[in-house]
Nanobody, 116 residues
Framework: QVQLVESGGGLVQAGGSLNLSCAAS????????MGWYRQAPGKQRELVAT???????NYADSVKGRFTISRDNAKNTVYLQMNSLKPEDTAIYYC??????????WGQGTPVTVSS
């Protein structure tokens, strides 16, 4: 089993910044891809950004140029630096991790609210 614990969400004004982090813990696991997804009220969960263990990152068009995903493999932690936040970025942000054997895990979610 892998546990994901997110932190860093909160309330921010439009144009502001937040940095989310997600730490994976458990026993005998190797995390391959990690990523962030979000779900706004009344909408489906959508991809924000993903980062493989080694390779290029992937971003939703709506966040390109504003958000940056990074990871620390030694700490099994993934980060999401969010700049120039917009009210439409308001959502619950979920961390995702896929292990080497293909198991998929989700964090509990951290709320991000951007006021106009």
């Amino acid at each position: 089993q892998v546990q994901l614990v997110e932190s860093g969400g909160g309330l921010v004004q439009a144009g502001g910044s937040l940095n989310l982090s997600c730490a994976a813990s458990g026993s005998s696991f190797i995390v391959n891809a990690m990523g962030w997804y979000r779900q706004a009220p009344g909408k489906q969960r959508e991809l924000v950004a993903t980062i493989p263990r080694g390779g290029s990152t992937n971003y939703a068009d709506s966040v390109k140029g504003r958000f940056t995903i990074s990871r620390d493999n030694a700490k099994n932690t993934v980060y999401l630096q969010m700049n120039s936040l917009k009210p439409e970025d308001t959502a619950i942000y979920y961390c995702n991790a896929v292990t080497a054997w293909g198991s998929n895990y989700w964090g509990q979610g951290t709320p991000v609210t951007v006021s106009s």
